[in-house]
């Protein structure tokens, strides 16, 4: 079975040199998942940068899903701030090459 695309950022494309790309999982909360799933997310202007040795996305917005159990944990937040999940090798490879004059780190798409 191939990996099904749910978003693309074709925008970051266009906007940028695309110098090496990395597959990387996200931290989900909640109903992220089912929205994820449902195609309830948007890339446009969502980047990652370095904190305290991990990469953290910040803007990828996942919208609420219409079906999920509500009070079962903090308030949905669209927006937040999401933790990549790399090896350390990968991670560490990646922070070295931000400190590059120019470097940004944007995600290509959500699969």
């Known amino acids: 079975m191939g990996r099904r695309v749910i978003a693309s950022n074709r925008r970051a494309r266009h906007d940028y040199t695309i110098l090496r790309t990395y597959e990387a999982g996200i931290v989900l909360i909640g109903n992220e998942v089912k929205s994820l799933r449902a195609g309830h997310v948007s890339l446009a202007g969502a980047f990652a ?3 305290d040795g991990e990469l953290m996305l910040h803007g990828l917005h996942i919208s609420d899903h219409a079906y999920g159990r509500h009070g079962t944990g903090a308030l949905h937040q669209p927006r937040r701030t999401r933790k990549l999940l790399l090896h350390r090798s990968e991670i ?6 931000l400190d590059d004059a ?7 798409t959500a699969g």
């Open 49 to 51: 940068e370095e904190n």
């Open 92 to 97: 560490d490879r990646i922070i070295g090459k």
């Open 102 to 108: 120019g470097v940004t780190l944007v995600p290509l």
